[in-house]
């Protein structure tokens, strides 16, 4: 095989890495140059079949030592292409990452910014591995739009509930009628709870902010990059390869308040999409950047909530400040200038409660849900 051949083989086996198949493309091939040195590329082979293997798997499915092994995943797992971490019977996996979600992209923009030619290039090219994407969306619409919209949901809201103007807190309903029965584990609904639950806890940049500080298109919202959370074996591997630091409960929580303040929504990820499970990080987004968010949706956004914004048309003044405020354009006012939400695209955040000069904002608490919202079809 050339080694143009196993780049691409290479790119097919990363293409399925994760949850989104990625065109096997030029682009794809440009920006797996940046992170695979051409020695590595019969490595990268060894997953084809199993992308997640032990040392002992390694071996045999790589033909090389323990410490060949060793020596390809300390270089590799340092450019975010190989995830090494015990799992939780002490065995050390070797996962290889996709390329975005989560995996390189993110990895390679969540440690401190570098804004120069090799990171102006790999940006350049994730932006058009991003439309490629965006257009085999766009052309199989009314076939990949419904397939992806029954799909599990990425992430988790963890609500705001204090308001600020009136430095009180938001008021919070319990829903019994919606409020399901269960035997099962009821994931964090504070931050500050969910903080007080790991022992290991990293912080590193917001891998969507400095992808649009790169390509000179800075964040509205906020100046704040260093807002993005790992936990227990994420904050492990992230802080072992200088992508984060580790922190306090204390600074942790420190950095939270203040994304509050800058209307940032608080969403927590959790192992195969199951809350469940313990979370393994938590991102503080703006509406600008993020690439999980309705502004740069290519994908369905799925989101996991258990609450919902409802007002008090008493204490609405007509503002507009929840509409301004809100990320996924749920909130509006109607011809009497109270203000509503749309159900269908409430992440229930809280932001709107958290801004509003009354505090006229409810947070209803029911059954956890999916929110889903479609990306817009090109006219
Ligand atoms: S998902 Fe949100 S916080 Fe995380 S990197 Fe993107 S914008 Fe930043
Ligand atoms: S921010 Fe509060 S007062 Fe202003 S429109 Fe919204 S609900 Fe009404
Ligand atoms: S209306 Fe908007 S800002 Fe308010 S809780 Fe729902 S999604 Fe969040």
């Known amino acids: 095989m050339t080694i143009d051949e196993k780049y691409k083989r290479a790119g097919e086996i990363i293409s399925t890495a994760g949850g989104t198949p990625l065109p096997v493309n030029d ?104 439309a490629d994407l965006n257009n085999m969306v766009q052309d199989n619409y009314d076939v990949i739009v419904p397939m992806l919209m029954a799909g599990p949901a990425i992430d988790r809201t963890v609500p705001v509930f204090e308001n600020k103007p009136k430095s009180e807190p938001v008021k919070i309903v319990i829903n019994e009628k919606l409020e399901e029965a269960r035997d099962r584990v009821v994931p964090s609904q504070r931050v500050e709870e969910l903080i007080q639950k790991f022992d290991e806890i990293a912080l590193g940049h917001c891998f969507c902010r400095h992808y649009e500080d790169i390509k000179g298109t800075p964040c509205k919202q906020t100046d704040a990059r260093e807002t993005c959370f790992t936990f227990g074996k994420s904050a492990r591997f992230t802080f072992e390869q200088g992508f984060s630091r580790l922190i306090t409960k204390e600074e942790a929580l420190k950095v939270l308040k203040e994304a509050e303040e800058a209307g940032l929504v608080h969403k927590a990820y959790h192992p195969n999409f199951d809350t469940t499970k313990d979370e393994t990080s938590i991102c503080n987004c703006c509406r600008c950047c993020c690439g999980n968010g309705v502004d740069h949706m290519i994908a369905p956004i799925a989101n996991v909530t258990s609450f919902m914004a409802v007002v008090n048309d008493d204490l609405c003044i007509g503002c507009g400040t929840c509409v301004k405020k809100c990320h996924t354009y749920a909130a509006y006012l109607n011809d009497d200038k109270k203000a509503r939400r749309h159900d269908d695209r409430c992440i229930g955040c809280g932001v709107c409660a958290h801004f509003c000069p009354q505090n006229a904002i409810t947070m209803v608490k029911g059954a956890e849900r999916i929110v889903r919202i479609q990306p817009p079809k090109r006219k």
């Open 27 to 130: 682009t794809l091939i440009k920006l797996l140059k940046f992170f695979i040195n051409e020695d590595e590329l019969d490595f990268i082979a060894a997953f084809a079949e199993k992308k997640s293997q032990t040392m002992e798997q390694l071996k045999q499915s790589s033909g090389l030592s323990e410490d060949e092994i060793n020596k390809k995943v300390k270089d590799l797992a340092k450019r975010g292409v190989i995830f090494n971490q015990p799992n939780s019977k002490g065995i050390m996996v070797f996962r290889l990452l996709p390329l975005f979600n989560v995996g390189t992209f993110e990895y390679n923009f969540m440690g401190k910014l570098v804004i120069d030619d090799r990171n102006k290039e790999i940006a350049g090219l994730f932006n058009q591995m991003f």
